[in-house]
């Protein structure tokens, strides 16, 4: 048991860990370092960004460190030499090797944006909304050399909203991922939590996502293939393709009808959104983004381009620009 402050080493990148971050300094100990990926070039035009993580420390005036490699001599000595008690990682987007998770006396500790051992990995958020989770949340595990395998230390849950996307869903799992690293490191601290193990028959993964992993095949149910479009909603998005061109789809909702029609043919396209016909019942997609363009609602797109019923979208697979 401690009641002096800890020294802490903060790990992550996106704005998923900036949250995490943010809510951390908002407590009792202090955050020495924040290690995060190098600059990256992002969008359209390639431009460096530096991650959410690093805007956040060094507004803080944290020492920020981005190496290219965690696996050397020199990288843990720098760590070393910040004299932590504790290293918070949460989506920092490397595997720890060993040498790292021993290096501070209370080890590290990982924020992890499912309520495992359901959905480990890289993607957890989107995973769990493609495959139509409703109970969603965060789990704070002390971290071991496996993928998301280590001790639980605390868990969360909050009930995933019907239309919720995988952007709304982080933004809240962010949130409460923070809060609950308080009360863990809080539950640390005091001597009061015990390390529960995983049951690890009970794993389910969550992989990276590719862009093809969107792609929509339309014979599946209109139920699915709506959590797929809310689960990739940002990024990598659902998609087809209309006259060979990449069509990106969001803001589904079933509807619930019988047609005859083959999957993938579009039944009605006006300002109330379009209506696709899919393997059970139909889906009405109230906004896209046609490839090279701004996403936009159905009813912009049909005034200069008008999708008469009938239409089937293309099922040939476009390669990935």
Same mark, same amino acid.
């Given at each position: =048991? ?12 996106? *704005? ?12 009792? *100990? ?21 991650? @959410?993580?690093?805007?956040? /420390?060094?507004?803080?005036?944290? &020492?920020?460190?981005? @190496? ?10 720098? !760590? ?7 290293? %918070? ?6 595997? !720890? @090797?060993? &040498?790292?998770?021993?290096?501070? @006396? ?41 993928? *998301? ?5 605390? $868990?969360?849950?909050? #009930? ?10 982080? #933004?809240?799992?962010? &949130? ?12 640390? $601290? ?14 389910? =993964?969550?992989?990276?996502?590719? $862009?093809?992993?969107?792609?929509? +095949? ?13 689960? !990739? ?20 909702? %079933? %509807?619930?009808? +019988? &047609? ?5 043919? #579009? ?14 019942? /139909? !889906? ?11 996403? =936009?609602? %159905? ?12 239409? #089937? ?9």
């Amino acid at each position: =048991m401690t009641t002096a402050p800890l020294r802490i080493i903060f790990m992550g990148t996106p *704005d998923f860990a900036a949250e995490n971050l943010k809510i951390l300094l908002t407590g009792p *100990d202090q955050v020495v370092a924040v290690v995060t990926q190098p600059d990256r070039a992002k969008g359209r035009g390639k431009k460096v960004s530096p991650p @959410p993580t690093k805007v956040l /420390a060094e507004a803080a005036a944290i &020492s920020v460190l981005q @190496p290219e490699k965690i696996k050397t001599e020199e990288f843990r000595n720098g !760590l070393l030499s910040y004299q932590p008690d504790l290293i %918070v990682v949460a989506a920092y987007g490397r595997i !720890l @090797p060993q &040498s790292l998770l021993e290096l501070a @006396p209370m080890g590290c500790i990982n924020v992890h944006g499912s309520l495992l051992p359901g959905y480990r990995g890289a993607a957890p958020i989107q995973w769990a909304i493609v495959r139509g989770e409703t109970e969603v949340g965060v789990t704070i595990i002390q971290m071991d050399q496996g993928m *998301d395998t280590g001790d639980i230390l605390l $868990k969360a849950k909050i #009930v995933a909203a019907p239309k919720e996307t995988a952007g709304s869903l982080m #933004v809240k799992l962010a &949130s409460l991922g923070g809060q609950t690293l308080l009360q863990a490191i809080k539950g640390l $601290k005091a001597g009061t939590i015990t390390p529960v193990p995983q049951d690890h028959s009970q794993a389910t =993964m969550a992989p990276m996502l590719k $862009k093809d992993d969107g792609l929509i +095949d339309w014979k599946r149910s209109a139920k699915e293939i709506e959590c797929l479009i809310r689960g !990739l909603d940002p990024w990598p998005s659902a998609f087809c393709f209309l006259d060979q061109n990449r069509l990106r789809l969001f803001s589904p909702e %079933v %509807v619930y009808m +019988d &047609s005859t029609a083959q999957p993938g043919t #579009v039944l009605q396209a006006d300002r109330r959104g379009m209506l696709v016909a899919c393997g059970r019942n /139909a !889906l009405q997609i109230h906004e896209l983004q046609p490839e090279g363009k701004k996403r =936009m609602t %159905v009813e912009s797109f049909c005034c200069g381009h008008p999708l008469a019923p009938g239409t #089937v979208f293309d099922q040939a697979v476009v390669p990935s620009p």
